[in-house]
Structures are given as structure tokens and as C-alpha cells.
């Protein structure tokens, strides 16, 4: 499994960006995928995740209402559709995977992890 973040630059706050995660080498529809992020200094985070199906989603209290994560199987690919954007933002966002929607937050269950892509939002 392989995954590529992408998206990710340098944009002011109260914008919005998507992000994309490429899936290759298996069909994404049967993983869950999740977004995190690292702020600088600070310790990798939950930001959402999704089902298989794209049924199901979580999101971190940060995100909720904000950002919303989709999926087109069809196409392989994960969003992290970004809104009202603030400095607070900035950090790597990686896309990860893994098989079941259960501990979609611990980031420990995450069998796959691309390579992150950089937000960073300006006041």
C-alpha cells in the first residue's frame, strides 16, 4: 500500500484547501482512511477519518464543522476538504490506513502512512 498526501502550501487565514491522498497498490476501497497532522513541537493528531464506504466519519473537536473528509473509491483517493482556515491549522497533514472503523484515533492502529504534505495558514 502506498499513499501520497498532497494539497498542502501556504495560504491566509480564514481560506480553505483540499487535500488529497493518493491510494496505489491495492484497492483504497478496502481500507479506512484517516487524516493526522504535527504541528511543529507538538505530537502527531487525529483529524478525521472515514469508512470503507464513506458511510461512516469521525472527526477530532478541532475539525468538526470545519474540515470534512470524503472519498472516491472509483478514483482511489481521500479528501480533507479544509474551511475557515486558522494559523492554529498549520502542521503536516498525512493521510493513513487501516482495515476496520474501530480506534480510528489511535494512530498506532494505522497499518500505512504517506509521506505528509505541509499547511501553512497565516494570520
Known amino acids: 500500500v502506498q499513499l501520497q498526501a498532497s494539497g498542502g502550501g501556504l495560504v491566509q487565514a480564514g481560506v480553505s484547501l483540499r487535500l488529497s491522498c493518493t491510494v496505489s497498490?491495492?484497492?483504497?476501497?478496502?481500507?479506512?482512511m484517516g487524516w493526522f497532522r504535527q504541528a511543529p513541537g507538538k505530537e502527531r493528531e487525529f483529524v478525521a477519518a472515514?469508512?470503507?464506504?464513506?458511510?461512516?466519519?469521525s472527526y477530532a473537536d478541532s475539525a468538526k464543522g470545519r474540515f470534512l473528509i470524503s472519498r472516491d473509491n472509483a478514483k482511489n483517493m481521500v479528501y480533507l476538504q479544509m474551511n475557515s482556515l486558522n494559523p492554529e491549522d498549520t502542521a503536516v497533514y498525512y493521510c493513513a490506513a487501516k482495515r476496520t472503523f474501530t480506534r480510528v484515533v489511535i494512530q498506532d492502529e494505522y497499518a500505512y502512512w504517506g509521506q505528509g504534505t505541509l499547511v501553512t495558514v497565516s494570520s
Open positions: 497498490g491495492v484497492f483504497s476501497r478496502n481500507y479506512v
Open positions: 472515514i469508512s470503507t464506504g464513506g458511510g461512516g466519519t
